[in-house]
């Protein structure tokens, strides 16, 4: 959720395009196909539109909508709820009390998982999770919201302030909303497909799912092996998705002739497919990775949009010749 200036030459805050459509759809109760029905015969809501033509829903948007449903519901036809609520949105809107800066919402949004967790209270964590995917963008919820929830209860975890049945609890919740976040955020109609698993011996899939929805977001359609992917499964998904790119996730070394063996073994499972290795671990295997023709992912997510980008556009010279 990106915060806006005071300044008069921005616009205000609840008209700031954030939510895509599907997203929409399930704050709201109204169907995809019936937003983009009253956006046409209406002009409620207004989405912005992305570079790329998705459509982008403010808060207003998100207000208007319900509103119109609530009449609707109430027995108006929707063309005259369209426009009862249009009139009504002439007058300025309430003020919204919102925390004081993005940091703190996202900081909040932590806080009230964890408290659930503490509690053993799966009806408040589920609503904690649900709250935190509305507040920005799909890798920002991710990046400042549930991977940090998740580290933290992997930590009190380890500590034992947190028995094995509250991480469970915690990690099946969060991962499902997930799961169903980067389901929302795939590009529709993409031409491009990265594929991605974690290393064999690797059960930790949340770097992984962070990964995934840079790639969305980058305009790829990402197809997820998960944890522990051996390399004959690779292999096999190789042959029947011919992926742009495959992606491995790695935060635990393994031995030196396990490292070895999976490394020939995925080299040869992608072939001349570019591969790149990620996670905390990777560095330490670069050497064997660059000799079987992979490359070690920057942690910078815009170096490693430019890498994937030239990878993909030298396979492709490299094709046509």
Request: glycine residues 8%.
């Amino acid at each position: 959720m990106a915060k806006v200036s005071e300044d008069s030459n921005n616009p205000d805050e609840r008209d700031v395009g954030r939510y895509r459509i599907q997203a929409v759809a399930e704050m709201t109760g109204v169907s995809a196909a019936t937003l983009r029905a009253w956006e046409r015969r209406y002009g409620i809501p207004s989405p912005s539109r992305t570079a790329s033509a998705y459509r982008l829903y403010s808060d207003r948007d998100i207000a208007l909508v319900r509103q119109v449903r609530e009449l609707c519901e109430g027995g108006m036809a929707p063309s005259q709820a369209a426009q009862v609520v249009l009139t009504r949105d002439e007058a300025p809107p309430p003020p919204i009390e919102r925390p004081a800066t993005d940091a703190d919402a996202h900081a909040l949004a932590v806080q009230r998982i964890l408290d659930a967790v503490d509690r053993f209270d799966a009806d408040q964590l589920e609503s904690a999770v649900k709250h935190a995917l509305f507040l920005g963008p799909s890798v920002t919820v991710f990046e400042a919201i549930l991977a940090p929830t998740l580290n933290a209860i992997g930590a009190r975890w380890e500590e034992g302030s947190l028995s094995v049945g509250q991480e469970h609890l915690a990690a099946e919740l969060i991962g499902n909303a997930v799961r169903y976040v980067l389901r929302l955020v795939q590009p529709e109609g993409a031409n491009r497909v990265a594929l991605l698993a974690c290393f064999a011996d690797e059960e930790h899939v949340t770097p992984l799912y962070g990964i995934a929805l840079r790639f969305a977001e980058w305009g790829f359609k990402t197809v997820m092996l998960g944890g522990r992917t051996p390399t004959y499964a690779l292999r096999h998904a190789v042959a029947e998705v011919n992926p742009d790119i495959v992606g491995l996730s790695l935060t635990i070394t393994p031995p030196p002739y396990r490292a070895r063996e999976l490394i020939d073994g995925y080299a040869e499972a992608c072939g001349q497919i570019p591969w790149i290795v990620g996670g905390k671990a990777a560095p330490e295997l670069g050497e064997q990775v660059s000799e079987r023709g992979g490359i070690i992912a920057p942690s910078d997510p815009r170096l490693l949009r430019e890498l994937v980008e030239r990878l993909l556009a030298a396979r492709s010279a490299a094709t046509r010749h």
